[in-house]
């Protein structure tokens, strides 16, 4: 799965902006084939900034031919465009104040590769949007993140104590710096308030079956962006 946010959080939606849509520019891969297996940028729980906010240049929505489309609507005659938010966020680089995190992720198929842009229900059980739709981003909260959200165990990097100041530490990921560091002030994103572990699944799970996809260790931050 693509979430990198676990379940508790604590926030207000004012604190919530919904006016971006993921830059498809900056993934690895075509954002209209991600699939919830994926763990790419598309995730919930990326830190983002701004890539396009002019507002004044760009129209409210923009209207394209999309590919899901191009089969059944290769004449000029009975084209079916798809809207799209032209205003982008990608994942922040690291050292900047990003605007916040994704709370949703970004998805165009489900598991079995069957567009969700027919099937909303499927959409809103996978806590997604879809490819150019607006993806909440917030800026101020509780948040839960998974390890895979983070810089934690890549070299060079600090390892996350209770009080530790939360930075942005690249490619949209959280990193940690001891709240005496050198530019934590400046670069500060918000404060590590405790941290946890959840474990692999079922010891007697059948055998194949994959553990808890959302095993290993999780950290609570109070984000502040």
Known sequence: MAHRLLPF???????????????????SSDLKLMKPGDDDINADGVLVSVTNGNMTENDV?????????????????????????????????????????????????????ESLLFNPIKKDELQAVLSGQTVPVLGKGIITVHENATHVGAIGAEEAI??????????????????????????????????????????????GVNADFQSGTYYVINLDC
Do not use: M, W
Not at 182 to 197: P, S
């Open 61 to 113: 929505i923009e209207l394209g031919e999309d590919s899901r489309f191009a089969n059944n609507y290769s004449s000029p005659v009975g084209r079916n465009p798809y809207p799209t938010n032209p205003l982008k966020v990608a994942p922040a680089a690291s050292g900047v104040n990003p605007l916040g995190v994704t709370l949703n992720q970004t998805l165009a198929v489900d598991e079995n590769g």
């Open 9 to 27: 959080r604590q926030y207000d939606e004012n604190d919530v902006v919904n006016l971006f849509s993921l830059d498809a520019k900056t993934l």
């Open 162 to 207: 209770i009080g530790s100041n939360v930075i942005c530490g690249g490619e949209g990921k959280f990193a940690f710096l001891a709240a005496q560091a050198a530019g934590a002030r400046t670069q500060r994103i918000g404060k590590l308030i405790a941290t946890g572990h959840r474990g692999g699944g079922q010891a007697n799970r059948s055998p």
